[in-house]
């Protein structure tokens, strides 16, 4: 109904306040592929995972479901996660997250999952992704005329996916309305933060981060790998 359509495009317009949440739990799907980065997914999950199910249930997807592969930067140590769903599963995505990692370089020209990802992100209320994961949202046009960010390291090779994006080179993450881009591995962590801070509270996010012991980098300009790897290049 009309009314029901105003409640999701106001929702994902004000990147959503706490207090017009949906009353049933948000579901966070996490996309898996061969080769995704180990960090790009656990770090998210453990900073997610503080929230409690009642607000927010976490879930994998993958083509088929099954075990794959991670990558942990240049090695192989043959780490796998299991992703739960298919994308034949009927599961609704409010938060779709798309990781990076050595496995994008393929995955960048895997039809059926950047078709997924173009699909899903059209009806998800936030769209997130960390490190080269951006590269795989380009590709699928959803960041077309968006600000984004991405690896520093692989900063040239992900901006190339596509022109119609506004790349940002220094940035920890990036909102850009309802999409929000981070930087390389580790940024997924603070730009996670960064989400429950906005949906559940600063003090809810505050408390996950002490609770982890986690250093939380909570300005998205502060990006000093940017000059890192400009200077390594």
């Not at 960048?108 to 999952?113: G, L, M, R, S």
Request: include cysteine; proline fraction near 3%.
């Amino acid at each position: 109904s009309l009314f029901f359509f105003f409640i999701l495009f106001f929702t994902v317009i004000s990147f959503l306040k706490a207090d017009e949440l949906p009353k049933k739990p948000l579901t966070l799907g996490i996309l898996l592929y061969e080769g995704f980065e180990l960090l790009d997914v656990a770090g998210p999950m453990q900073i997610f995972g503080g929230v409690s199910t009642d607000k927010l249930n976490i879930i994998t997807i993958a083509p088929q479901p099954g075990w794959l592969t991670a990558s942990t930067l240049d090695s192989d140590h043959n780490i796998q996660l299991q992703a739960r769903y298919g994308f034949n599963d009927d599961v609704d995505i409010d938060i779709l997250m798309i990781p990076g990692g050595l496995g994008t370089f393929k995955v960048i020209n895997n039809k059926v999952i950047i078709d997924w990802i173009q699909k899903t992100s059209k009806t998800a209320k936030l769209t997130l992704s960390v490190c080269t994961g951006s590269a795989l949202l380009a590709k699928a046009g959803v960041l077309d005329q968006r600000r984004a960010t991405s690896n520093k390291e692989l900063f040239d090779w992900v901006s190339t996916q596509s022109d119609k994006v506004h790349w940002v080179h220094e940035a920890r993450w990036v909102v850009d309305d309802n999409i929000i881009t981070s930087s390389g591995v580790s940024a997924g962590m603070d730009m996670s933060l960064a989400v429950i801070s906005k949906l559940w509270g600063q003090e809810h996010a505050e408390l996950i981060a002490n609770q982890t012991e986690f250093q939380w980098n909570r300005d998205p300009d502060n990006d000093p790998f940017a000059e890192v790897w400009t200077k390594k290049v």
